[in-house]
């Protein structure tokens, strides 16, 4: 590990020191890494973490469940908070360590969080600061617009919380692998050794989301995947189980706010 990365891990591993810590990866270290999928296991940072991708795939997994990060979106972990990471392709992107008290009105759980350009700039100001022990007032002024840029961020409907219930949790793997399975509530009831009523009731309680909206979640996490590694909406819609390609469209711009073309449109425009 060089002494630049040694003395960011350092930093980002301790409470004290500046209240923002930022960095910006171009990716040029993972380009020969393209198409691997890297893991990195269970672990937390004493630190609150704001990541996002400008290219590539992200998942993480934390106790609540697990969601898909596609690019141009901010993932958000609180200090401390157990999670896993698996990054697929050559990915850049930039990223926040802040220490817990800069953490004061940011979602209590992890979410996903929508960016702007102007958090994505003053991000890039305060990555080419030298990792100094404390700020001077001009660059406490520009992390203080930072902060309230991410305290106002809208949280985007990425989530997908998982059951604990094995029985419900063997359904939710089904779905995953094949979410253009359309078989019942009943039916996916018997397939798990309960009643209809029951598996309603239990998936309600341990997800706060009935089956139907707990399955369309999981396609919406699906269909993300998708469309990010570059698969047609058409071929997308049929993947995740819908009987047309307009009522996917519709689907997606009722839990997106947008069609999947201009959701992922900066992908492809972002400098």
Known sequence: MGSWHQQLHDRIECTDGPAVIAYWDDGEASSEQD???????????LR???????SGLVHIRTRYGSWLLPPHRAGWMPP???H?????GAMSGWGLFLAPAACA??????CVLGTSELMRAL???????????HLPPEQERVCAVLLDELRRAPQEPLHLPMPVDRRLLRIAHAVLKAPQDNRSLESWAGHAGLSARSLSRLFRSETALSFAQWRQQAR??????????G???????????????SAFIVMFRRACGQSPARYFERASTAA
């Open 105 to 110: 009105g940011l979602p209590g759980r992890p």
């Open 84 to 88: 896993t990471v698996s990054v697929s």
């Open 48 to 54: 609150g973490q704001v990541y996002c991708i400008e």
């Open 220 to 229: 919406l996490s699906c269909a993300l995947e998708r469309l990010a590694e």
């Open 80 to 82: 401390g908070e157990l």
């Open 231 to 245: 698969m047609p909406v058409a071929q997308v819609a049929e993947a995740t189980g819908y009987a047309s390609t």
């Open 123 to 133: 991000v890039r100001r305060a990555s080419e600061w030298s990792l100094a022990e």
């Open 35 to 45: 198409g691997e999928t890297r893991t990195h296991d269970w672990h937390r940072h």
